[in-house]
């Protein structure tokens, strides 16, 4: 059922573009892709980062891309919050990255994931003693 609009949104004439926005946001809604963020904007923020480490923690997003933006868009906006270090940590070292190192790419990609997954259980643990 949830595929039903993808196949619209791929069958779209270009005399139908106006409609593709709105039928855009339909797919990702359909697909659970669409971030709803709270009103207050330090919530948001806070919600915004577990979406991100949730895509990173399940593979949907690069790592790299994911705790950069982390670092770069939230951390930085909520003041660099202890509960962000380990994955703005891993920004920095994915960002900076040398051979010289000693320790893969590959290595740091899989330590952003495992801080990510930490971060997301973290809040699942929070929300569950609630």
Request: charge should be negative.
């Amino acid at each position: 059922m949830g595929n039903v609009s993808l196949a619209i949104l791929a069958g779209l004439r270009r005399n139908e573009e106006p409609e593709a926005s709105a039928l855009f946001d339909q797919v990702l809604e359909e697909l659970g892709l669409l971030f709803h963020p709270p009103a207050d904007p330090r919530a948001a923020k806070w919600a915004m980062a577990y979406w991100v480490a949730g895509q990173i923690a399940d593979g949907t997003l690069d790592p790299t891309t994911g705790t950069h933006f982390i670092w770069a868009d939230i951390a930085y906006d909520l003041s660099y919050p202890e509960e962000l270090e380990p994955l703005v940590h891993c920004a920095h070292n994915l960002d900076g990255w040398e051979e010289s190192w000693g320790v893969s790419f590959e290595e740091l990609n899989r330590e952003a994931v495992e801080a990510a997954k930490q971060f997301v259980s973290k809040k699942s643990a929070a929300e569950a003693g609630s």
